[in-house]
Every structure is written in structure tokens, then in C-alpha cells.
Nanobody, 122 residues
Framework: VQLQASGGGLVQPGDSLRLSCAAS????????MGWFRQAPGKEREFVAR????????SYANSVKGRFTISRDSAKSMVYLSMVNLQPEDTAVYFC????????????????WGQGTQVTVSS
């Protein structure tokens, strides 16, 4: 399994960004896909998750209403659309995959992408 995250960058507060995660190596119909982030000096934290089979989603309270997770089965892609970005959203963002488990715990995810940096600064 390979997960390739991309789309990060330097943006100003209030801007939008869309992260992409290319998933390959197997069929993900029985997987839960997650986005996590890790800021300098902090632990990796859950951001959002989506169940591939029925697109059920959930979000961390800190991003609810601003971030949207989605997936495109035809392209085997997972996206994280982010609006109204704030400096506290600055972190390396990772996509991850876990077989069938509806979890927000990073250590329960089986596969990880390499991360993409998001920096929100004026």
C-alpha cells in the first residue's frame, strides 16, 4: 500500500487549500481513510476520517465546519478541503489508512503517507 500526500503550501489566514492523497496498492473499499497533522513539538492529532464504503465522515472539533474530507473512488484519491485556515492549523498533514476500523487513534492506522507541510502565516 502506498499513500502519497500533496497540496500543502504557505497561505495567509483566511485562505483555503486542498490536500490530496493518492492511494494505491489495493482496493480501499473496506478501509477507513484519515487525515492527521503534527505541529512542531506536538503529538500527531486526528483531523478527519472517512469510511470509503459509504463516505461516513467525522472531524476533530477544532476543524469542524472548516475542513471537509472526501474521496474519489474512480481516481483512488482522498481529499481534505480546508477553508478559513488559521495559524494554529500550521502542521505537517498526513493521510493514513486502516482496515475496517472506525478509529481516530493514530497508532491504530496501518498505512501512512509521507506528509505535506501546511503553513498559515501573514
Amino acid at each position: 500500500v502506498q499513500l502519497q500526500a500533496s497540496g500543502g503550501g504557505l497561505v495567509q489566514p483566511g485562505d483555503s487549500l486542498r490536500l490530496s492523497c493518492a492511494a494505491s496498492g489495493r482496493t480501499f473499499s473496506t478501509y477507513v481513510m484519515g487525515w492527521f497533522r503534527q505541529a512542531p513539538g506536538k503529538e500527531r492529532e486526528f483531523v478527519a476520517r472517512i469510511r470509503w464504503s459509504d463516505t461516513m465522515q467525522s472531524y476533530a472539533n477544532s476543524v469542524k465546519g472548516r475542513f471537509t474530507i472526501s474521496r474519489d473512488s474512480a481516481k483512488s484519491m482522498v481529499y481534505l478541503s480546508m477553508v478559513n485556515l488559521q495559524p494554529e492549523d500550521t502542521a505537517v498533514y498526513f493521510c493514513a489508512a486502516v482496515f475496517q476500523k472506525w478509529t481516530t487513534k493514530a497508532d491504530e492506522y496501518d498505512y501512512w503517507g509521507q506528509g505535506t507541510q501546511v503553513t498559515v502565516s501573514s
